[in-house]
Each structure stands twice: as structure tokens, then as C-alpha cells.
């Protein structure tokens, strides 16, 4: 091995150098606990009320709206239960008690600006969300919540006559995923939050992929609810976000202490959230040079792989697209082994999301923008940073071009596509 490649950043990033730098005292000198009125937890808990200012100026949101998690999963999931309790009475506890009634359905929690009070039970997401809601709301179903998963077209975009359509009276939530983890395609959000906020619904948006890569604005975008997660934008792991609407009552999620303003208990991952702050300061600064210079080792990256190396597609959208994403689908291979032997030549990719990796079933979201299994099968996702280098690319094009032909040969399938083709 020569060099070792990593394209594989959307799984997670290396942790900047001046973030871990950021984070040392809080593991040595100020280690005291945020909620301690002792020097060093004042020092800590200024240090946290740092970050969440860092964070909430990034997003033009107020510092009392960033409640501090272990990372995108447990904000997705506050998210979706929490809005389920708030108009279900749903009980998180009890799945097998469904919806309540009576009292308890009329002491419900509300949406600040809408102060309707009666019980709804449905929300909408799409087929190609991360896991983290997807099974969070297999959870809700299993509690009498109603779920439409919308279909999204060839490029794994939301159809917004369709998500019209599906609004009930009983909607309370929609869910929609900022850019998908796996083919980068980036959803209509500015649109989707003025649907939600015509009709009255939460919108909560999973951000994890798009945080730090892009612009996001919460007010103009009308988001209500948003997760986001620090690992993937050269952050530490183990810590995240979730943005609530200073007017919607959420009840806590994690019971315990007080943390969090008596929303999110347990003792704060102090050093976490310094990186994290440190680490969104230096994704703000650093976002629009970063953008140009990896949509344009993007765009290089695809052109040169779909030129070059027959029967085989670019999943997701062109040009809508997170700016370090690649997904690509070659016929005839078996993506888990193309990973294996790209690693073998130092060079880390993925077939899909970190989350399912290992699976022996086909991607879910490939499926969904109706690519058939044995496609959605040889998929590969190649994701770039700020450090990948166009070497780094041809080097890797060089590599996929051996072993996908290497693969081929020893395919039955291709051999017998080979002979159908006109001489």
C-alpha cells in the first residue's frame, strides 16, 4: 500500500487538529461539571454556553434553542417522539398503550402557533430518510401513529405536489431530510417549510449531512425542528444537536437532572461540545472556499468515472447535490467487494449509509429511486474534504477501472450481456 485515500466522509471526518487543541483543558485543567457553582464548573458551563452561541449564529437561531445531544440518531429520535407526544398524548414508555384519550388528550402539549389542542396521529416522511427515523417512526406505528413515506423521483427528490396531497387534518409532523447521506441529492427545504408552516405542521429536517456544508437559515427555511451531528464536520464524535422553536412545548427526553434548561438530562459531554462549537465556527468560516474547491473535485471525479468506465450511473442528482458527494452504480459488480479490494489498495469508501454497512441487502434509498437490485447492488459512495487532492482522484478512477474490469470478467452476467451485444 502507497497511499492511504479516505473517501469516505460522509461515514465521518477527522477531527481538526484546532478542535481537539479547543477541547484538551476541558479533559485536564477545566474537567469540573457544568451544573457545579465551583470555579471550575462555572469555567465549563461558560464554555458550553459558548458553543451553543457559536452554534446557534451559524444557523440564525437563538442560543436557547440549541439543546445539546449525543449526536444525530438521539436528535432524531427527540424530534419525532417528542412531536408525537405533543399532539398523541403518545407515551414513549408504553407502545403497547397506543393513543390516549380524555383528560390526558386534553392536557397535551401544543404547537406555539397553533394552539389546536386536538389529537392528531399521522406524519409524513420519504422512503430514502436515515435509519434514525425510519425505525424511530416503525416505533411510533407500532403505538397507532400513522406514517406516509413519500416516493421521491429518479434523482431522490421529494415531489411536492405529492407531499400536498398526503396533508390530513391529523398531520402534525413532516420530516424530510436535508441531503441524503448516500446519493447527496438536496431536498426542496425552503419550499417544504412553507407547505408545513401554510398548513399549520412541524417541519423537522434530519441536517446531519448538510450541517456545515451548506447554508442553512432557520427562519427563512421555516424549520421548527433540526438535527445535526458534530463527527461530520471535522468534530468529535458522540455529540450533536437539536434545534427546537423557542415557541414549541417539547418535554424532555432524557430524564434525570435538570441539563439542558430540564430538557435533556445527564451530565454535559463538555470537551464534545467545545469541539463541536470550535469545530462549527471553523465549518462557517471556511464553507463557501470549501464548497467551490470539492463540487469542482466532485464534478472532475463523476466526469472522469462515467467516461470512462462503461455501464455506469451516477446516482442522485447532477448538479443538487451536497459538494463532497459521489454515488455511483456499476453494473455487473458486487459493491461489497469492489470496497474490499479498493481497500486493499487504500482507498475507504462506502456502498451506502456507515449505519448499514455489512448488510447484505441492497440500499433502501437506491431502491427507492427505482433502481433495480442487482444495480443497487454495485454501488460505491466516494466523499471528498477539504484535504482530498485531485491526485488522490485519479489515483482512485485508475484503481475502480482495474477491479471493476477485473470483476467483470469473472462475472456470468456480463458474459452473457457481452455476447447478446450486435457485433
Keep these: 500500500m502507497d ?42 458551563r461558560e464554555a458550553v454556553n459558548r458553543s451553543r452561541e457559536i452554534i446557534a449564529s451559524t444557523i440564525g437561531a437563538r442560543p436557547e434553542e440549541i439543546y445539546f445531544t449525543a449526536g ?20 414513549a414508555d408504553n407502545t403497547e398503550a397506543g393513543l390516549l384519550h380524555g383528560s390526558n388528550a386534553e392536557n397535551s402539549a401544543g ?17 430514502i430518510e436515515h435509519h434514525a427515523i425510519l425505525h424511530t417512526c416503525e416505533y411510533l406505528e407500532k403505538a397507532g401513529i400513522e406514517v406516509t413515506y413519500l416516493n421521491v423521483d429518479e434523482n431522490g427528490l421529494v415531489r411536492l405536489e405529492e407531499l400536498e396531497q398526503a396533508i390530513r387534518p391529523e398531520t402534525f409532523l413532516i420530516s424530510v431530510m436535508f441531503a441524503n447521506n448516500e446519493v447527496g441529492s438536496l431536498q426542496p427545504i425552503r419550499e417544504i417549510g412553507e407547505i408545513a408552516k401554510k398548513y399549520g405542521i412541524l417541519f423537522h429536517t434530519d441536517a446531519v449531512q448538510a450541517y456545515g456544508q451548506l447554508p442553512i437559515d432557520v427562519e427563512e427555511l421555516h424549520i421548527d425542528l433540526m438535527s445535526a451531528s458534530a463527527h461530520k464536520l471535522n468534530g468529535p464524535k458522540g455529540v450533536g444537536f437539536l434545534y427546537i422553536r423557542r415557541n414549541l412545548r417539547i418535554r424532555s427526553f432524557m430524564h434525570g437532572g435538570a441539563q439542558e434548561r430540564h430538557r ?57 447535490r451536497l459538494p463532497n458527494n459521489a454515488n455511483f452504480s456499476f453494473q455487473f459488480v458486487e459493491g461489497e467487494t469492489l470496497l474490499i479490494m479498493l481497500d486493499m489498495e487504500g482507498i475507504c469508501g462506502s456502498s451506502g449509509s456507515a449505519c448499514t454497512s455489512g448488510s447484505l441487502d441492497p440500499s433502501h434509498v437506491l431502491l427507492a429511486l427505482g433502481l433495480p437490485e442487482d444495480i443497487a447492488h454495485g454501488s460505491l459512495r466516494l466523499t ?16 475502480i477501472k482495474q477491479i471493476v474490469e477485473r470483476l ?9 450481456f457481452r455476447k447478446r451485444l450486435p457485433e
Design 264 to 320: 435533556r438530562a445527564g451530565t454535559e459531554n463538555v470537551p464534545g461540545i467545545v469541539g463541536f462549537g470550535q469545530a462549527a465556527k471553523e465549518a462557517a468560516e471556511t464553507m463557501e472556499t470549501r464548497a467551490a474547491y470539492e463540487t469542482r473535485l466532485r464534478d472532475y471525479l463523476i466526469d472522469r468515472v462515467l467516461k470512462e468506465i462503461p455501464y455506469t450511473r451516477l446516482n442522485g442528482h447532477r448538479t443538487r
Design 72 to 91: 444525530g440518531t438521539e436528535s432524531d429520535n427527540w424530534a419525532l417522539k417528542a412531536a408525537a407526544e405533543m399532539f398523541c398524548s403518545f407515551r
Design 408 to 416: 467483470r470478467v469473472m462475472s456470468p452476467q456480463y458474459e452473457d
Design 384 to 399: 471528498l474534504s477539504a484535504e482530498t487532492t485531485k491526485e488522490e482522484l485519479d489515483i482512485t478512477v485508475e484503481k
Design 3 to 44: 497511499k492511504f485515500i479516505y473517501l469516505d466522509n460522509a461515514a465521518t471526518t477527522k477531527t481538526s487538529p484546532t478542535v481537539v487543541e479547543a477541547m484538551l483543558p476541558y479533559f485536564s485543567e477545566y474537567y469540573g461539571n457544568a451544573s457545579g457553582i465551583y470555579g471550575i464548573g462555572v469555567k465549563s
Design 111 to 127: 404547537l406555539g402557533h397553533s394552539d389546536q389542542k386536538q389529537i392528531k396521529n399521522h406524519l409524513i416522511t420519504t422512503k
